[in-house]
């Protein structure tokens, strides 16, 4: 939600695949919560696609890289977010 707040257009988050992940699922916790952001999106009218979660392991490069060319082919395809004229602290 910084990064929107911040400016961004869109948000990409990229972890590891479930059930593969160092940091005690951390990674479906993060789905969870871009899961209700997404809802958030929609009631507030803004479309779900500039948030994404994808799901990839370090060593899948090709993954990856189709992952950050959805995220921005997504939001290119949108109209830019109007931007907030309050600073985040």
Do not use: W
């Not at 479309?47 to 392991?57: L, P, T, V, W």
């Not at 490069?61 to 600073?87: A, G, Y």
């Amino acid at each position: 939600m910084d990064s929107f707040l911040k400016g961004a257009d869109g948000v990409a988050i990229i972890s590891c695949h479930e059930g593969e992940c160092d940091y005690g699922g951390a990674n479906m916790n993060t789905n969870k919560h871009v899961l209700f952001l997404k809802r958030i999106f929609n009631h507030l009218g803004i479309n779900e696609d500039r948030i994404q979660q994808y799901f990839c392991a370090a060593a899948e490069v090709e993954n990856f890289v189709n992952s950050v060319e959805d995220i921005t082919k997504k939001v290119r395809s949108m109209p830019l977010l109007p931007k907030n004229k309050i600073k985040p602290k």
